[in-house]
C-alpha cells in the first residue's frame, strides 16, 4: 500500500505564497504520475496541476495557470506545489494523489485516474 502525507499549508494574505508538499511512503517500486487537486467546502474535487512519472509531462488548471509550479523529485518520493500570488478563490484543502498507472494520459484531470490519495492540507487565503 501507498501512503500520502500532505505539508505546507496555512493562513496567507492575498498575494502571498506557500509551497505544498507531498511525501509518499509504502510500495514505490515504480514511478506513478502525481496530482494536486483541491476541495472547497460545499464543492466538488477539482483538478489543480499535474506531474508525469519523470517529469516530462506537466499540466495546470486555468485557474492557477502562471500562477502554481508542480514539481516532484523521485529520489525522495516528494511533489510540491508552489503557488504564488494566492487568491481568495484559492481557499480549499489541497490534496495530494498518485495515479493509478504511470502514465496518465488524457485523463489527468479526473480523479478517477487517481487511486491513492493524502488526506489533504488546508489552504486559507484571506485578508
Known amino acids: 500500500q501507498v501512503q500520502l502525507v500532505e505539508s505546507g499549508g496555512g493562513l496567507v494574505q492575498p498575494g502571498g505564497s506557500l509551497t505544498l508538499s507531498c511525501v509518499a511512503s509504502?510500495?514505490?517500486?515504480?514511478?506513478?504520475?502525481m496530482a494536486w487537486f483541491r476541495q472547497a467546502p460545499g464543492k466538488e474535487r477539482e483538478f489543480v496541476a499535474h506531474?508525469?512519472?519523470?517529469?516530462?509531462?506537466?499540466y495546470y488548471a486555468d485557474s492557477v495557470k502562471g500562477r502554481f509550479t508542480i514539481s516532484r523529485d523521485n529520489a525522495k518520493s516528494t511533489v510540491r506545489l508552489q503557488m504564488n500570488n494566492l487568491i481568495p478563490e484559492d481557499t480549499a484543502v489541497y490534496y495530494c494523489?498518485?495515479?493509478?498507472?504511470?502514465?496518465?494520459?488524457?485523463?489527468?484531470?479526473?480523479?478517477?485516474?487517481?487511486?491513492?490519495w493524502g488526506q489533504g492540507t488546508q489552504v486559507t487565503v484571506s485578508s
Open positions: 509504502g510500495r514505490t517500486v515504480s514511478p506513478y504520475s
Open positions: 506531474v508525469a512519472w519523470n517529469g516530462a509531462r506537466i
Open positions: 494523489a498518485r495515479a493509478r498507472a504511470t502514465y496518465a494520459g488524457v485523463a489527468y484531470g479526473d480523479t478517477n485516474t487517481y487511486i491513492f
